[in-house]
């Protein structure tokens, strides 16, 4: 059982930068997969950046240069720091977590990010 909550979201112009945060409870979690998902406006939800339980990382093309996720797996937390934010950035930015093999995904309730000028 794995409860994941998200923060860090808001309203940032163009070019700026935020850091989102997950902090993550009720399990052990150096052993799971970790992940960042958004859904802008009228859009599908989409794989943002992964990072497995190593410490390997992926992203989605679009934000490769600007996002870097990592985690802390002392804290329990797992890292967003988005840098030159541009307007389609702008969407709900979910944090997620499974276990590899496993079935069972684990979604926080979201935290917004609005880019505009």
């Known amino acids: 059982q794995v409860q994941l909550v998200e923060s860090g979201g808001g309203l940032v112009q163009p070019g700026g930068s935020l850091r989102l945060s997950c902090t993550a409870s009720?399990?052990?979690?150096?052993?799971?997969?970790m992940a960042w998902y958004r859904q802008g406006p009228g859009k599908q939800r989409e794989l943002v950046a992964g990072i497995d339980s190593s410490g390997n990382t992926n992203y989605t093309d679009s934000v490769k240069g600007r996002f870097t996720i990592s985690r802390d797996n002392g804290k329990k937390m797992v890292y967003l720091q988005m840098n030159s934010l541009k307007l389609e950035d702008t969407a709900v930015y979910y944090c997620?977590?499974?276990?590899?093999?496993?079935?069972?995904?684990?979604w926080g309730q979201g935290t917004q990010v609005t880019v505009s000028s």
């Open positions: 997620n977590c499974h276990y590899p093999g496993g079935q069972v995904h684990y």
């Open positions: 009720g399990s052990i979690i150096r052993f799971y997969a």
